[in-house]
């Protein structure tokens, strides 16, 4: 999951956040940018390269808090923009159904997926993608894989936090998961 300062209403000073993540659960989005075919068909998985707050390059997926006032579309359109830039084009539908719900804790091993910061619950979508993507903000670089690819040992173990784990349901969920 990452984070960025802003200042738009709705954002937490960096101490209030650390207040807040330590009392109570936080909302999220998390997003699977793919390329679908004519017929609908998922043919690529776009996965983001970052680099974490200690130094370590992971692969990721388009992830991000829900702002106070913010409908979760609203939220889920911003993080995309954010991180795939102004013309990725994400075809997000008026009412977006996620695929799972991730539950995020501190603590290792509560459930599959960890963020040592805080308790988070995180929606989670796959989000065709047609435009033209150059990564911002954080994010190094974005790499298109094959669902094969993307579901492979090598790319999986580059993913933290369980996303690898949201990842296969992603693909799992689109019938692309052998």
């Known amino acids: 999951m990452t984070e960025t300062t802003e200042t738009a209403p709705g954002w937490l000073a960096p101490e209030e956040l650390e207040t807040v993540r330590g009392r109570m659960p936080i909302l999220y989005v998390d997003a699977v940018p793919v390329r679908v075919d004519e017929t609908?068909?998922?043919t690529r998985i776009g996965l983001l390269l970052r680099i974490g707050s200690d130094g370590t390059i992971s692969r990721a997926l388009v992830s991000g808090r829900v702002l106070l006032?913010?409908?979760v579309r609203d939220a889920?359109?911003?993080h995309l923009e954010k991180d795939l830039g102004p013309?990725?084009?994400p075809h997000v539908p008026a009412s977006p159904q996620p695929?799972?719900?991730a539950e995020y804790f501190p603590t290792p091993g509560v459930t599959p997926y960890h963020d040592p910061r805080q308790h988070a619950v995180s929606l989670a979508y796959i989000v065709p993608v047609a435009g033209d993507c150059r990564p911002r903000q954080d994010a190094l670089d974005l790499i298109w894989f094959t669902p094969e690819e993307a579901a492979s040992p090598q790319v999986q173990g580059e993913m933290t936090g369980g996303q690898g784990l949201l990842l296969k349901q992603a693909l799992a969920h689109v019938g692309r998961l052998s």
């Open 69 to 71: 006032y913010e409908r």
């Open 40 to 42: 609908g068909v998922v």
């Open 76 to 78: 889920l359109v911003r």
């Open 87 to 89: 013309v990725a084009l």
């Open 99 to 101: 695929f799972t719900i």
